[in-house]
C-alpha cells in the first residue's frame, strides 16, 4: 500500500465560526483577522475566501444590534509610510463595507487606518511581517 501526500482541509462549520468570533469578541474585545486570510498580497479588494469570516462577523453584530464595533487596518513596514497607511485604509474599509453590503447599520461599524504604525511582532521576520499584515475589530459597545 502506498499513499502519496494527502492534505486534508477540515474547515470549521460556519456555527462554530461565528461562536468562537463570538466568543473572542466578548471576552477580548477584539478579533483579528490575518490580512491573507481577507486579501492577496498588497490588494484592498476581498478574497471570495473571506466571505464565511466576515459573514460570523456580520451574524456576530446582527444578533447584537447595539453593539459598535471599530475595524483598524494594519500593515507590516515594507514600503512608505503614506503607502502602507493608504493600503491599510483600503483594507479597513473594504471589511466596513462588506458589512453594510450585509444589512449592518453604518452606526455599528466605524474604521481607521493604522498603517505600520502599530506593529504586534518583528518585521525582522516573514512570520512577523505576516502577523503585523492584519484588521482587527475592537469592539466599542456592547449591548
Known amino acids: 500500500?502506498?499513499?502519496d501526500d494527502v492534505s486534508i482541509v477540515v474547515e470549521?462549520?460556519?456555527?462554530s465560526t461565528s461562536r468562537s468570533l463570538e466568543d473572542q469578541l466578548?471576552?477580548?474585545?477584539?478579533?483579528?483577522?490575518?490580512?491573507?486570510?481577507?486579501?492577496?498580497?498588497?490588494?484592498?479588494?476581498?478574497r471570495p475566501e473571506a466571505s464565511p469570516a466576515l459573514d460570523s462577523l456580520a451574524t456576530f453584530l446582527k444578533d447584537h444590534p447595539g453593539s459598535k464595533?471599530?475595524?483598524?487596518?494594519?500593515t507590516d513596514d515594507r514600503g512608505s509610510e503614506a503607502y502602507n497607511?493608504?493600503?491599510?485604509?483600503?483594507?479597513?474599509?473594504?471589511?466596513?463595507?462588506?458589512?453594510?453590503?450585509?444589512?449592518i447599520p453604518a452606526a455599528q461599524v466605524e474604521w481607521k487606518a493604522f498603517g505600520k504604525s502599530r506593529p504586534v511582532a518583528d518585521?525582522?521576520?516573514e512570520e512577523g511581517?505576516?502577523?503585523?499584515r492584519r484588521v482587527e475589530c475592537i469592539l466599542l459597545k456592547m449591548r
Open 1 to 3: 500500500l502506498c499513499i
Open 12 to 15: 470549521p462549520e460556519p456555527e
Open 26 to 46: 466578548v471576552k477580548e474585545r477584539k478579533f483579528t483577522f490575518s490580512a491573507g486570510v481577507l486579501f492577496d498580497f498588497d490588494k484592498a479588494d476581498l
Open 69 to 74: 464595533i471599530g475595524i483598524s487596518g494594519h
Open 85 to 103: 497607511l493608504d493600503l491599510s485604509g483600503r483594507r479597513a474599509k473594504a471589511v466596513h463595507d462588506y458589512l453594510l453590503e450585509n444589512g
Open 123 to 125: 518585521n525582522n521576520t
Open 129 to 132: 511581517r505576516q502577523m503585523n
